[in-house]
């Protein structure tokens, strides 16, 4: 209902363009993601995975953006708010494509880099990333 809701409002200046990036950022580190994940590319999977930082820095731009914006105009609190649950789901899907890549290095070198940064992982599985 919110996605119907918010395709009849107002757009803004920017015609979401933050929201574009983001989602096509998502997009392509999720199909690499699988793309590891179908050839078992431990290596690649590390060098995705650390895109994900990317795609945090980017929501979290988007995130003060919209505070900006809703201080500035309340009537656009509904419609930001809106936007904002669209750029979370966005971000969780980066980060479940980060799970992927964690779920390939440890088929292929039975180590768990979950819990560890992405270069220490490397170290570990001897991978250069």
Same mark, same amino acid.
């Given at each position: &209902? =919110?996605? *119907?809701?918010?395709?009849?409002?107002? #757009?803004?200046? @920017?015609?979401?363009?933050?929201?574009?990036?983001?989602? #096509?950022?998502?997009?392509? &580190?999720?199909? @690499? =993601?699988?793309? *590891?994940? =179908?050839?078992?590319?431990?290596?690649?999977?590390?060098?995705? !995975?650390?895109?994900?930082? @990317?795609?945090?820095?980017?929501?979290? =731009? %988007?995130? #003060?953006?919209? %505070? $900006?914006?809703? &201080?500035?105009?309340?009537?656009? %609190? #509904?419609?930001?708010?809106? $936007?904002?649950?669209?750029?979370?789901?966005?971000?969780?899907?980066?980060?479940?494509?980060? @799970?992927? *890549?964690?779920?390939?290095?440890? &088929?292929?070198?039975?180590?768990?880099?979950?819990?560890?940064?992405?270069?220490? !992982?490397?170290?570990?599985?001897?991978?250069? %990333?």
């Amino acid at each position: &209902m =919110a996605s *119907c809701r918010h395709a009849v409002q107002e #757009r803004p200046e @920017n015609r979401y363009k933050e929201i574009k990036h983001l989602g #096509r950022q998502v997009r392509e &580190m999720l199909h @690499n =993601a699988l793309d *590891c994940l =179908a050839r078992l590319d431990a290596e690649a999977a590390l060098s995705i !995975a650390q895109e994900d930082s @990317n795609v945090d820095d980017e929501y979290e =731009a %988007i995130m #003060r953006q919209s %505070i $900006t914006l809703m &201080m500035e105009d309340p009537r656009s %609190i #509904r419609r930001v708010l809106d $936007t904002l649950w669209v750029a979370r789901s966005l971000e969780r899907i980066g980060d479940h494509a980060v @799970n992927i *890549c964690e779920y390939v290095v440890f &088929m292929v070198h039975g180590k768990d880099i979950r819990h560890i940064s992405v270069e220490q !992982a490397a170290d570990e599985a001897g991978l250069s %990333i």
